[in-house]
């Protein structure tokens, strides 16, 4: 299994911009399906966005607009730009890779560290 380290959080200020970064330990160009999750304190994981290899991406509502995923096949990479971040934007997100079952996207891989994003003035 690829294993994924995300980063790249950090401190920002009410309409700030971060790009995380979500680098894989080995090829990604076989995966299909990846995307970005978060978690805020108190809250259970949600779905942000997810890209397929086709480059075909889903957002969230809640930052369709502001934030853009994609992925770097050649670097082994997967990114989420954050623009005009929000209070609400606060938590820690991770990186998986996607699988289509059943009619549901499922997270199929096992969870990294993820990086904390604190949006706050």
């Known amino acids: 299994q690829v294993q994924l380290v995300e980063s790249g959080g950090g401190w920002v200020e009410p309409g700030g911009s971060l790009r995380l970064s979500c680098a894989a330990s080995g090829s990604i160009s076989s995966i299909n399906i990846m995307g970005w999750y978060r978690q805020a304190p108190g809250n259970q994981r949600e779905s942000v966005a997810r890209?397929?290899?086709?480059?075909?991406?889903v957002y969230a509502a809640s930052v369709k607009g502001r934030f853009t995923i994609s992925r770097d096949n050649a670097k082994n990479t997967l990114y989420l730009q954050m623009n005009s971040l929000k209070h609400e934007d606060t938590a820690v997100y991770y990186c998986?890779?996607?699988?289509?079952?059943?009619?549901?996207?499922?997270?199929?891989?096992?969870w990294g560290q993820g990086t904390q994003v604190t949006v706050s003035s």
């Open positions: 998986n890779r996607l699988i289509y079952y059943n009619g549901r996207y499922l997270a199929s891989g096992s």
């Open positions: 890209i397929t290899s086709g480059d075909i991406t």
